[in-house]
């Protein structure tokens, strides 16, 4: 149980484009989602928190306008990157948590994003 | 402010030795500890948590860790490696409430060899 899935697994872009990264649970219901960023053998830094419902808490110098989320349903948030440009490339990952209260996150198999 | 430390970008350890994996953290009251093991080009895989209870954490794949509160720290180990354990290892702690942010060390690269 608690499978989280990301949709694509790998995208690649021209710079000015916006792309969109699906983040879902597949089998229980998240109220919290959580978007994080990877560069190459480094650890996870946290984007931006988004909760079912309302507007997702962006972390600070986080640009919440070109990092655009939305958590529309208890199984699904998108990430969508607007404006991309080859600084955006990172590789993105999600993770779901059940309830709050619950410190159990549940991650996703992570997206990369190439911008030429 | 709640922090965790991996003093260790790389681990080296033969097949069939054993392994230990370093994290320190830094928390007000009392501390969720948890490590993740990352694959290259993969997301996070559960290993272990220490929450309350027994200071010996087992998790997935044979690896343990100690929970050591006045050396502040949460060892990950495993008793003889294995080249597929080959990986990128997370300690991470929870900020805050229980409910809060995971906030991670820098990452240790173990590599076993043959």
């Known amino acids: 149980g608690a499978v989280v899935s990301q949709h694509p697994s790998w995208v690649i872009c021209k710079s000015g484009t916006s792309v969109k990264i699906e983040c879902r649970s597949l089998?229980?219901?998240?109220?919290?989602m959580f978007w994080y960023r990877q560069f190459p053998k480094q650890s996870l830094m946290l984007m931006a928190t988004?909760?079912?419902?309302?507007?997702?808490?962006?972390e600070q110098g986080v640009e919440k306008d070109k990092f655009l989320i939305n958590h529309a349903s208890l199984t699904l948030s998108t990430l969508t990157v607007t404006s991309a440009h080859p600084e955006d490339s990172s590789f993105y990952i999600c993770?779901?948590?059940?309830?709050?209260?619950?410190?159990?996150?549940?991650f996703g198999p992570g997206t990369r994003l190439t911008v030429t | 402010a709640q922090s965790v430390a991996q003093p260790e970008d790389q681990v080296n350890v033969a097949e069939g030795n054993p392994l230990t994996v370093k994290c320190t953290y830094s928390?007000?009251?009392?501390?969720?500890l948890f490590w993740y093991v990352q694959y290259p080009n993969r997301g996070l895989q559960f290993l272990l948590k220490y929450i309350t209870g027994d200071n010996l954490v087992k998790g997935s794949y044979g690896f343990e860790a100690e929970f050591n509160k006045s050396q502040t720290s949460f060892h990950l180990k495993k008793p003889s490696a294995l080249v597929s354990d080959s990986a990128l290892y997370f300690c991470?702690?929870?900020?805050?409430?229980?409910?809060?942010?995971?906030?991670f060390g820098q990452g240790t690269e173990l590599s076993v060899k043959p």
């Open positions: 089998d229980f219901q998240a109220t919290t």
């Open positions: 928390v007000s009251g009392n501390p969720y």
């Open positions: 991470a702690v929870i900020k805050g409430s229980k409910g809060g942010k995971l906030i």
């Open positions: 988004s909760n079912e419902g309302s507007k997702a808490t962006y």
């Open positions: 993770s779901a948590r059940l309830r709050l209260g619950n410190y159990e996150q549940y």
